[in-house]
């Protein structure tokens, strides 16, 4: 089977852009990556959709940049959209179906909570009722399991916004390039404790597009210098677990997904020198920190104060200020996490540059529950 | 108990006295309890073999978070409790009779399982009946 390369990948910064429309958004950001790699919408012999909130949004974004009649499949899969869309074109040329294909994710967000759409027959309205499932209340649960079993502090989870906030005062295509110091974190409205405001990701406008190439044709077209190893892809849906019913098991299903990822890749998480995981809420990023093996069990608490996970430290984490600044539209996500690392990878990510990277990591999970993590290598 | 409540959640059961339970289901082949009625074993694929069982009105809180923002309209702060349930089960609900308060929250405290009318919580709940969870005093000596 060939290898998959990205060649051209890149994303609008991330927003409001309240006179735009989805589908514009998504023929931006699909037009940025096309130009990355100097190629036009006649070259892309598929197109991989991913969005939530809208149908059809793959032909709806063609009919504005070019109506090729080329195969589009639209994904969805809750945060891990993008990267689900993205996976999608990367078998497709696993398959030696196509030589290019473009994969795009986007979202327009409202500010403010997500309310969850009724499912199911229950006769009430569950939230408030039956306790909460809303998205600070879920991870909020994460981090306190996670308090539970090995002590994490509320500082520790603070210190992980503090981090990321910094982190996007060096990207330009960041929501925000705000300082957040941690007793402004700390004093922030409680939004379900532990996570206060500024530890919940912000719900902004966006899309992120790649386009993907077989080897072969890459090498035709003479792309290779640019371009970026797809070493692995996996996705996993949640395997049952104990609690899972009723309080989201964001671990196990993100375990499942990087272990085979690190199997496919050959590699282990000491070959990595950046990552990008989800992370949705700050109680999230320390329990990913085990879930990928970037420490050991029971010491996610330890790595953020050690700074090693800070941008120059052993392994940093979201140096592109993560979903809790950068901003978190569902569907483009996935892609942005990937365009983030591939802009490392390529050594042109500017005053954020993790210098000697080499292999990076993508994670995301979409609740209910999907995870996607990639591995990415410097050509 | 009021039997004229109608139940709030698609599993609360009443018995022939009215009294009020929540209706869980154990796969017959691996011991799999869930939360309401299964047809089929969601953890080891087993074809029919789940049976009903009445899950039980005590347990221990597993995990909660105390709620501060919800969806419009939601009276804030409450504690969303999740509890494993003695005899298997673990459920979700509010726990109501302590301060929404890290302080007062214990990993693993006794907690038992109380029936009220659904409007405690919701406005919508005028009429409905819903499982809430207190402390467990009695059982918290041992």
Redo the contacts between chains.
């Keep these: 089977m060939t290898d998959v390369y990205i060649v051209g990948i890149d994303m609008i910064r991330f927003g409001r852009y309240p006179e735009r429309t989805v589908v514009q958004l998504a023929a931006d950001a699909a037009l940025l990556a096309l130009d990355d790699c100097g190629l036009g919408i006649h070259d892309v012999q598929a197109l991989y959709s991913g969005n939530i909130g809208e149908t059809m949004t793959g032909q709806r974004t063609l009919q504005l940049i070019g109506q090729t009649g080329i195969p589009v499949v639209n994904c969805t899969n809750a945060c891990a959209t993008g990267a689900t869309a993205f996976r999608e074109g990367w078998i497709a040329i696993k398959a030696g179906l196509f030589d290019t294909v473009l994969c795009i994710g986007v979202e327009k967000m409202a500010p403010g ?1 997500i ?1 969850k759409k009724k499912v ?13 499932e ?1 998205m ?2 879920v991870f ?2 994460v981090g ?2 996670h308090a ?1 079993k090995y002590g994490t502090t509320l500082e520790q989870f603070a210190q992980v916004s503090v981090k990321n906030h910094h982190h996007s005062t060096f990207n330009p295509k960041s929501m925000y390039q705000k300082e957040t110091p941690l007793e402004e974190v700390l004093s922030a ?6 996570n206060t405001k500024l530890m919940c990701s912000v719900n902004v406008d966006g899309a992120a597009a790649a386009v993907l190439m077989s080897e072969r044709r890459a090498r035709e077209l003479g792309l290779m210098g640019r371009a970026v190893r797809v070493r692995a892809s996996a996705l996993a849906s949640d395997a ?1 677990s ?2 899972n ?3 989201q098991d964001v671990n196990t299903v993100s375990r499942q997904a990087a272990q085979a990822a690190y199997e496919m890749a050959g590699l282990g998480p000491e070959d990595l020198q950046l990552v990008e995981l989800h992370d949705c809420f700050a109680t999230a990023e320390i329990v990913h920190y085990e879930n990928l093996g970037l420490c050991a069990e029971g010491e996610g608490g330890h790595l953020i104060d050690s700074g090693d996970t800070a941008l120059g430290g052993r392994i940093p984490v979201n140096v592109s200020g993560g979903l809790l600044s950068k901003g978190h539209p569902l569907g483009a996500t996935g892609i942005a996490n990937l365009y983030e690392v591939a802009t490392h990878l390529r050594g042109t990510a500017g005053a954020r540059q993790v210098e000697g990277a080499r292999i990076g990591l993508t994670h995301v999970v979409g609740l209910g529950s999907a995870c996607a993590v990639h591995i990415l290598e410097k050509n | 108990m009021n039997t004229d409540l ?5 599993y609360i059961r009443l018995d022939t006295e009215g009294n009020p339970h929540l209706q869980g289901s154990r796969c017959e082949v691996c011991q ?1 309890v ?2 309401g009625e299964r047809e089929h074993c ?2 080891c694929g087993a074809r029919s073999k789940m049976k009903p069982v009445a899950l039980a009105g005590r347990g221990r809180l ?11 309209g ?3 702060p ?1 504690i ?3 509890v ?1 349930l003695e005899c298997g089960g ?5 726990l109501l009779e302590v301060e929404p308060d ?1 302080k007062q929250l214990h ?1 693993g405290m006794p907690v038992r399982m109380i029936f009220r009318e ?1 409007q405690l ?2 406005a ?2 005028a009429g ?1 009946i ?2 809430f969870f207190v402390p467990d005093g009695e059982n918290s000596r041992d």
């Design positions: 909570m309310v199911g027959n229950e006769p009430l309205p569950a939230e408030g009722l039956i306790g909460s809303t600070p209340a909020s649960a306190l399991e539970r409205e409680m939004i379900a404790y532990p049952w104990p609690r019913q009723v309080m | 109608k139940p709030a959640t698609s799999a869930f939360l969601g953890r597993y995990n909660y978070t105390i709620v501060y923002r919800s969806y419009p939601i009276k804030v409450f969303s409790a999740i494993d673990t459920v979700k609900g509010n890290p990993f659904a919580a919701s919508e709940g409905y819903a499982h």
